[in-house]
């Protein structure tokens, strides 16, 4: 059975997504931003969970995505908080790789 088939969702190849680029892709009504730190692929849910704004585009320092909004800070790599005004984590999600493609799921 193919990954798309398990609820998989491709976000494209790594030739797509160089290191210290993003790509948001959508599992549904759940746009999820993809993110290539150095090689090492980490998803979390597009929105800041301060007041539901994009966090793709925000600034990456180190493994923290930083909101354009309002300077919340949230680890790539757990969801974690690591700056106010959010208190709240993002949700993370899998990432894997299957005949040169990479795929994400919302597996909450």
């Not at 398990?6 to 680029?21: A, D, F, I, K, Y």
């Not at 290539?36 to 849910?45: K, R």
């Not at 301060?50 to 919340?72: I, K, Q, S, T």
């Not at 949230?74 to 040169?100: H, K, M, N, Y």
């Amino acid at each position: 059975m193919s990954l798309e088939n398990q609820g998989w969702v491709r976000v494209g190849t790594r030739s797509e997504l160089l290191p210290g680029e993003f790509k948001v892709v959508f599992d549904g009504d759940t746009p999820i931003a993809v993110y290539n730190l150095d090689g090492d692929l980490y998803a979390i849910e597009d929105v800041c969970t301060h007041d539901g704004g994009d966090l793709a585009g925000g600034e990456v320092f180190g493994f923290e995505v930083e909101c354009p909004r309002h300077g919340a800070r949230f680890d790539l790599r757990s969801g974690a908080v690591t700056r106010p005004p959010a208190v709240e984590p993002v949700s993370c999600f899998p990432v894997r790789e299957e005949a040169g493609a990479i795929w994400t799921r919302d597996d909450r």
